[in-house]
């Protein structure tokens, strides 16, 4: 906390909003990824950095995506990644509290998973 004093709440923007911000001050580059149905995703572009506009419950990566980066806060009710025609083999915890944010590093079938706020 930088001034346990006088402390500025965060009321104008939502978390997603401020954590794309803080990515952006980093020289993290991602793009916004929309949900097709609620907390359901889909990419299907190879390389890409993304941050998803909400909370997700499934994301499933396209076939013929080899590589990606995935910020992300999991929903309460989070089921996981998945890969279109492959086995998927994740590294890392999740705990689906709502609010923390992680990383989900593909290389190829290899889904790493990494904790960024707590």
Sequence with gaps: MINNDRIVPTQKIDLLSLWA???????????????SAIGTFEQTTNSATVI???????????????GATVYFI?????AGFTKTSASLTVTGDVVADGV???????STNALTITKISG
Excluded: Q, R
Excluded at 21 to 35: E, H, M, Y
């Design 100 to 106: 923390t944010l992680y990383s989900a590093s593909l």
């Design 74 to 78: 999991p929903a309460v009710d989070y």
């Design 52 to 66: 998803c506009s909400e909370p997700v419950k499934s994301f499933n990566f396209g076939s013929s995506v080899t």
């Design 21 to 35: 911000g803080v990515l952006a001050i980093g020289n993290i580059s991602a793009t916004k990824l929309d949900a």
